[in-house]
């Protein structure tokens, strides 16, 4: 399975930002998606994950009620809608893919990742 992260960018203290994750196989419809992010001489950390069907998700603390992560399985594709963008937000980010259905915080349990797609929020 590949991976596909796109829709990083410059973006203002404040604002919004889509991001997506497109698979190149359908089997990625039974597997849990994350993303993941990593901030510059920081450690990559979780952010948001979401189960197969789409129904439970998950996110960090730190974006809770700013960030909302969903997919399209139809498309084979997962989203992170960031909205409140603050410039602790700055970071690569990466989507990933775990099989098994059920999401995980844990890096080291998603076989699958995308290349990641930089997001830079000036203050």
């Known amino acids: 399975v590949q991976l596909q992260a796109s829709g990083g960018g410059l973006v203002q203290d404040g604002g919004s930002v889509r991001l997506s994750c497109a698979a190149s196989?359908?089997?990625?419809?039974?597997?849990?998606m994350g993303w993941f992010r990593q901030a510059p001489g920081k450690e990559r950390e979780f952010v948001a994950a979401?189960?197969?069907?789409?129904?439970?998700?998950y996110y960090t603390d730190s974006v809770k009620g700013r960030f909302t992560i969903s997919r399209d399985n139809a498309k084979n594709t997962a989203f992170l809608q960031m909205n409140s963008l603050k410039p602790e937000d700055t970071a690569v980010y990466y989507c990933a893919a775990r099989t098994g259905g059920a999401y995980s915080t844990r890096a080291s349990e998603y076989k699958y990742w995308g290349q990641g797609t930089l997001v830079t929020v000036s203050s």
């Open positions: 196989e359908r089997t990625v419809t039974y597997v849990a």
């Open positions: 979401i189960n197969w069907r789409g129904d439970s998700t």
